[in-house]
Structures are given as C-alpha cells and as structure tokens.
C-alpha cells in the first residue's frame, strides 16, 4: 500500500490506478481505525477495483468544545491495518493542504444536516460536507462508503452527493459491534471500565424501543422508556428520536422504513447510536 501526502502524488497515483483500468472506492475516514472502518474497506473490496482509504482528522467538523485535540492519532498502527485489510492507497493530507490559506468554502446541506445531531454540534455537519466534498475531488471515486452509525452524515453525503451532482454511490455499511452489542467507534476508548459496561446501555435501550415500536406501540410512550433507561444507566441524554429514514424528518408514517437514532453523553463521552425500524407489513 502506498501512503501519499501530497495532491500531485495522489493525482499520479489515481491516474496509474485507471490506467490499468481499475474503478476506485474511498473509504474516508478520520484514523484511529477499527474493525468497524475495515469492514469498509472490505465491503469495496471487488476485483478490477482499486481501494483508496483516507485519514484526515478535519478540523473543521469539530466545535470549539469538543475533542479535536484528543482525537486519538495512530498513524503507523493504522497504515498496518489497511496493509493487512487489503487497501490499496492511503491518502493523508496535511491540514495545509486540505485547507490552504485562504480557504474560504464551506458546503451547507439544508434540512437533513438540521435536527439531531446537527441540533446539537451546529456546523459539524457543514464541515463535514466540505471535507467529503474535497476527498471527492481529490480522489475522484466511482464509489464512497461510510458506516450507518453516522446515520445523518450519511443522510447528508447522500443530499450532497445528489445536489451537486458527484456521480458518486454511496454505500452505507452495517454498523459494526462489540459482543455486547454497543457500536464501535473511534471515541470508545475515552470510556473508563464502568463507563464501558454502563455504555451497553445505549444499545439496549434502542433494540428494546425498536422492536415496541416495530410491533406497533405508541413511538412517543417507546422513546420515553429508553430515554429513562439511559438515565438510569449514567447517561445524560442528548436526543432518542424516530426519523424517517430518508429525510430525516420526524417519522409520521409506519409504511416507510424509519430509523431509531440517539445521542446521549457517559463522563465527558458522547456516543450515538441507531437502528433500523422496517416498514410496517401492510399484507
Ligand atoms: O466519519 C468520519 O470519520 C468523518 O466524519 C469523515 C466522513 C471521514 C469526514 O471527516
């Protein structure tokens, strides 16, 4: 796997790439990889594809009180990772190169990028649709993938991608999982012993809403209960919401697919999660 810093080695090294006639898939991540990123590597793993991963840790997406200087930064255990996963290139900008002096874009998706998580951390969203934008550009993919734990920065990429016509697919990988069900992520090792086994919460109280609200209880009475349950385990919660999987709207009607989505903090960690709530059978 080569490991390229610079624009003009990453473009040469695309240009090599569909020389031989490969398509490309971007994995971008931010590091601090786990198997929840190298299941996306695996899932753009195709023969005549080339996999591209990206680790950028953007600083625009973080806001001023978050944790942008204790993002964990592993460069050398990651490259051996992706080696071992299979990728083919690993593009990682330096910040002057992402954002030269001067840099003054920013990319706004209305609507989905507003509620949830949106609600809470304003211009995360913004930054983060300007970073995907320029790895867009940068690497030029036929495909992206991104995990479903970040339901609404898929959901924004999505909008983007359609808006600003990219003709790029998106694909949304399957959250990956501990054994006991909590999401993996990048932000789970800022959880001490006890906030850990407390964390297995987050998950329970979702499947224990989505599968009410899947047999037709009252999705307000649902969420409720899952809301007390993360009190009850040491959460501070941020927001437990049904959406409606593609717009992300409130959910109002049970024959479209929705999504259960929460958000809540342990200590000083904030972790979301979501789950997958079929269309009602109609039959
Ligand atoms: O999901 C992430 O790791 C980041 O938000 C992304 C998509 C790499 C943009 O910085």
Known sequence: MQT???LEALRSGIADFRSGGASIALVPTMGALHSGHLAL???AKRPGRKVVASIFVNPRQFGPNEDLSRYPRRETADARLLTEAGCDLLWMPPVEVMYPDAFATTISVAGVSEGLDGASRPGHFDGV???VAKLFNQVRPDIALFGEKDFQQLAVIRRMVADLDFGIEIQG???QRDDDGLALSSRNIYLDEAQRAAAVALPRALGVAAKAIARGDDPEGALAIARDALVTAGFSVDYVELVDAATLATAT??????RLLAAARIGTTRLIDNL???PADHA
Do not use: Q
């Open 4 to 6: 390229i810093r610079s």
């Open 41 to 43: 590597i695996e899932a």
């Open 129 to 131: 649709a300007t970073v």
């Open 173 to 175: 990988v399957p959250t």
């Open 253 to 258: 009607d049970p024959s479209r697919e929705r």
């Open 276 to 278: 997958a709530i079929p």
